[in-house]
């Protein structure tokens, strides 16, 4: 048994045989030519034979995974006809004397590629799109015929690098259990038909996935994204049981998803979203959430080559709190260093990272990388909801540096005439230990908290939650990190601040009572789970929360904390 | 030959659904019609070279158009973005 982990793209469990699905290379040669009108009648009736087909594949999307799905193919057939595009391909036949297959192998490829270069999760799934034209193109040009899925005769988890909207379409669905890609990201063509059809996916889980053989047994949770290969017995037995109770709770969540987090007793708490892109906004709203949690700014800085101007940081900010109206957008300011680095700050090789020049003091160290992303922040704040959160803030002078330098930035904006914030909330993370201890002289300087358990749990167990041998100590319901919890929430609510909580700890349902119970306002998670938060909160009573949490208080081990919660709290098992 | 500059309003920018309305409608006509974005320019009746313009939300894009019907094509155009690509603002 081996189990790897990608990214979580569409919800469920898929339990079955690997099918490698893979398209044979076309083969394209250059030869010389002499009559190009000739050849460039074949381009025509191609592009003709194409348009006919895209026009079948759009009805059959249109059918069978709606219309989000079909316009792929609307688009597809204007990418067919592209002036542009035909136009290049017209001037390499005619002045190479080349055949038409390999001048539009080699035009498309430059399109695809200067799509690509534009660093755009959209423009790169475009690009995805213009090979799919290309290619079905030179597959008519050359008479090779797509069957890809021969051989797919029995259902089965369907594996492959990265799939083509042609690729999906063309699959029987009733042969397909859940889709896992090597490549690709949530918002991969692959995640987004996952999610139209309802069948699981996990994307993105790196090349071991495409070495398993035809027929491998295999498990798919779209829950988490682990890719369980070659599953043993009791694993096999325990996802089955999940499976069939996964389909009964995903519709009742469902159900509550637009409706608000109250407790039986009338006790009402926020659940919003962890997001960090501008698509990720309309994944949060269509799941329920009543805002964001944590926008990780990082986004606009990892996988470029410079940093990101105040302008395109003011449009991404302004886009994602507008999405929101007056619902809450709280965006957490850079958090770099420890295990994220950017290769163009020069950041200096530290022992020790996670213990180094990381976040809010690499920001205070450095205010022209700072101070355009406060600016930024200010302006796009005004006339909606955005809040401001510093990450991994160890003292109370590091918050008073930094509203410091905000008030400077301000002040510098309204001298240039610019709109800002009326006013906005200034929160802190508390992911430091120091930082719980001192919560209450904190909550004298800030508006409110957020809790970041994934960081509070690494550093109050001095254990490295990358490092496989000790990851398990930090893992999440240690005793210890609950007792801190409480005496945040407890500090900032005697100050009249409220506390909310981002890290993984505020989507696990068995930690979602003792939260409740120990007062947290507001539960920070990834989309996919806000309906589950939903349908749990809106099932229990505060009373018997407040009962749980001072158990836990007293427990001695993680273990003993979840079994406690299993037997005192039924409904954590959503109605099953 | 007319141009005007007008700023993209849509949320999503000169992409998916607006752009592909924008390049139908420019290909309805029988003037040349470019669009500039921060220096790059595109083919309006081409959706590949529109979208690598990478005209996001608030970007300011100016069309020119040249040849018979080049004042109505630049109007309609003109018209279509500051209308929000028909869903209204």
Redesign the interface.
């Known amino acids: 048994m081996k189990t790897v982990r990608g990214i979580p793209a569409s919800y469920g469990v898929a339990i079955g045989p690997a099918f490698i699905y893979q398209r044979a290379a076309l083969e394209i040669e250059c030869r010389a030519i002499e009559d190009p009108a000739a050849e460039l009648a074949r381009l025509a009736v191609a592009q003709e034979t194409a348009r006919q087909q895209l026009e079948l594949v759009f009805e059959k999307a249109l059918v069978e995974s709606g219309e989000e799905q079909a316009?792929i193919f609307?688009?597809q057939t204007?990418?067919l006809d592209?002036?542009?595009?035909v136009g290049a391909v017209k001037k390499i036949v005619e002045n190479d004397l080349t055949n038409v297959e390999s001048a539009l192998s080699d035009t498309i490829e430059n399109?695809a590629s200067?799509?690509e270069a534009?660093d755009?999760e959209?423009?790169s799934a475009?690009a995805l799109d213009?090979r799919d034209v290309g290619s079905r193109l030179l597959r008519i040009l050359l008479g090779v015929a797509e069957s890809p899925t021969a051989g797919l005769a029995q259902p089965s988890i369907i594996i492959a690098r990265d799939l083509t909207p042609s690729d999906t379409i063309l699959l029987d669905k009733t042969f397909v259990l859940g889709f896992c890609t090597s490549k690709g990201g949530a918002t991969s063509h692959t995640a987004i038909l996952a999610r139209g059809l309802g069948i699981p996916a996990v994307v993105g889980a790196g090349k071991k996935v495409r070495k398993v053989k035809n027929g491998t047994s295999m498990i798919l949770d779209g829950d988490t994204g682990d890719v369980v290969i070659k599953p043993d017995e009791a694993t096999l037995a325990e996802y089955l049981v999940r499976q069939e109770a996964f389909v009964r709770i995903r519709s009742k969540a469902a159900q509550v998803s637009d409706q608000p987090a109250v407790t039986l007793d009338g006790h009402r708490v926020e659940v919003v979203a962890n997001i960090g892109s501008v698509e990720g906004a309309r994944s949060a709203l269509d799941a329920g959430a009543e805002g964001v949690g944590l926008l990780r700014s990082e986004f606009l800085y990892l996988e470029r080559s410079s940093l990101p101007s105040e302008e395109e940081q003011y449009?991404s900010y302004k886009?994602i709190s507008?999405?929101f109206g007056k619902l809450p957008v709280i965006l957490r300011t850079l958090d770099i260093g420890g295990d994220k680095e950017v290769p163009y700050i020069d950041m200096p090789q530290e022992d020790n990272p996670f213990l180094g020049v990381r976040a809010i003091r690499l920001c205070l160290a450095r205010p022209q990388l700072f101070k355009p992303q406060l600016r930024a922040a200010l302006r796009a704040g005004h006339g909606n909801n955005l809040k401001l959160m510093f990450p991994m803030v160890a003292t109370v002078d590091e918050v008073v540096q930094a509203r410091a330098l905000l008030e400077e930035c301000r002040t510098e904006l309204q001298a240039e005439g610019l709109p800002t914030a009326e006013e906005m909330e200034i929160g802190i993370m508390i992911e430091i230990p120091a930082a719980a201890i001192m919560a209450d002289q904190l909550a004298e300087v800030v508006d409110f908290f957020s809790i970041g358990t994934n960081d509070l749990s690494q550093y109050t167990l001095a254990a490295d939650r990358t490092n496989a041998q000790v990851a398990k100590i930090a893992a999440g319901f240690q005793p210890a990190v609950f007792r801190l919890i409480k005496q945040v929430i407890d500090a900032a609510h005697a100050k009249g601040k409220w506390v909310g909580l981002c890290g993984e700890m505020a989507g696990e349902i068995l930690a979602i009572p003792i939260l409740l119970g120990l007062g947290l306002d507001e539960f920070s998670m990834n989309p996919p789970a806000v309906p589950y938060a939903k349908l749990l909160i809106r099932s229990i009573s505060m009373e018997k929360c407040r009962e749980v949490a001072a158990e836990a208080l007293n427990q001695s081990s993680s273990d003993k904390i979840r079994a406690l919660v299993q037997e005192m709290v039924p409904e954590v098992n959503l109605g099953e | 030959m007319p141009e005007k500059t007008v700023i993209v309003t849509h949320?999503?920018g000169l992409?998916?659904?607006p752009a592909?309305v924008f390049?139908?409608t420019a290909s309805k006509f029988a003037s040349d019609i470019s669009v500039t974005c921060e220096e790059r320019t595109a083919?309006a009746?081409?959706?590949?070279?529109v979208?690598?313009l990478?005209a996001?939300?608030?970007a300011e894009i100016t069309i020119k158009a040249e040849g018979e019907d080049a004042q109505e094509a630049l109007d309609t155009l003109v018209a279509l973005v500051e209308d929000n690509f028909g869903e209204g603002t």
């Open positions: 316009e609307k688009a204007m990418m592209d002036p542009e595009l399109y200067m799509l534009l755009d959209y423009l475009r213009i449009k886009t507008d999405a | 949320k999503v992409h998916a659904r592909s390049v139908q083919n009746k081409s959706i590949l070279t979208l690598t990478g996001h939300q608030g």
